[in-house]
């Protein structure tokens, strides 16, 4: 019995780990607002509910979040670069200016995250470098 405590156990949180990016990319397949939404809510219960996240929950919503948002963020960039921007422009300059949006979108959500993360959860480790 113990054993099987174990194994589900185990089950979901692998199942917290992979929910985000799940829905992260259901967001960007549908362009959806509310798969978005639940992407953000099911990152913080899952940094809420993993074990392995305490006291470290701000690096854990960093790595979690740099790595669920990369298909929402790529969708926003080529939805912002074919909408507003001059499609006459050298395909070099559009890739790199694609990607200048890209960096600068994932620094202001993982600003914004930490800082959230940073108020929910006040008491974490230091990082030692």
């Not at 199942?15 to 990319?25: D, G």
């Not at 967001?27 to 953000?40: C, D, I, M």
């Not at 074919?82 to 200016?97: A, G, N, R």
Request: glycine share 2%; hydrophobic share 60%.
């Amino acid at each position: 019995m113990l054993y099987v405590k174990k194994i589900i156990r185990n089950s979901l949180n692998t199942l917290f780990t992979v929910l985000p990016a799940v829905l992260s990319l259901i967001a960007a397949l549908k362009t959806s607002l509310l798969f978005l939404g639940l992407t953000v809510v099911s990152l913080f219960v899952a940094i809420w509910i993993l074990p392995y996240v305490k006291r470290r929950e701000n690096i854990w919503m960093f790595v979690l979040s740099a790595a669920c948002f990369i298909p929402v963020n790529i969708q926003v960039v080529i939805l912002v670069m074919t909408s507003f921007f001059f499609k006459d422009e050298p395909i070099v300059l559009s890739v790199l200016q694609g990607l200048l949006y890209y960096f600068i979108l994932f620094s202001f959500e993982e600003i914004l995250l930490g800082l959230i993360t940073q108020r929910i959860w006040k008491r974490q480790h230091k990082i030692v470098a």
